[in-house]
């Protein structure tokens, strides 16, 4: 079973557990589909674009409004292979992103304009993990 968007009721999980304006981090695994596939109402969308190509659409839309949260990029990287954990289980980018608060991470994703840049990332990915941490 592949996991692309965000679970409801992992959000509201999570947001239990969460201290108020509180900055976290985000670990995010990221694996491309080989071609971008776009719902179909998005016919205007090439559709002969990669899954990383279409990551890298949706990243471009995505930092204008991270920066505009006040959340950073800190790691964007390639992932190289997995050492501990199932081998059908590979990731092709990894990001560490930090957020000053779930609050702000929650506005930003319930953002009608956000909402039209993640169509991109929806299209791009296979499969993906958002890890929430934080620092103790």
């Known amino acids: 079973m592949a996991y692309i968007d965000i ?22 695994l990221l694996r491309f589909r080989e071609t971008a596939e776009y719902p179909a109402q998005y016919a205007n969308q090439p559709v002969t674009i990669s899954g990383a ?29 997995t050492l501990i954990g199932p081998v059908d289980e590979q990731w092709h980018q990894v990001l ?8 702000k991470f929650v506005a930003m994703v319930t953002d009608p304009s ?6 991109h990332r929806t299209a ?9 941490t934080l620092t103790r």
């Open 7 to 28: 679970n409801p009721d992992q959000l509201r999980s999570v947001l239990g557990t969460m201290p108020p304006a509180t900055p976290f981090d985000m670990l995010n």
């Open 114 to 119: 956000y909402e039209e840049a993640a169509v």
């Open 53 to 81: 190509e279409a990551y890298a659409t949706y990243g471009r839309h995505a930092r204008k409004h991270l920066a505009d949260i006040g959340a950073e990029v800190v790691v964007m990287a390639e992932s190289c292979g």
């Open 96 to 103: 560490l992103v930090r957020y000053p608060s779930i609050e």
């Open 124 to 132: 791009a990915l296979a499969d993906s993990r958002l890890i929430v």
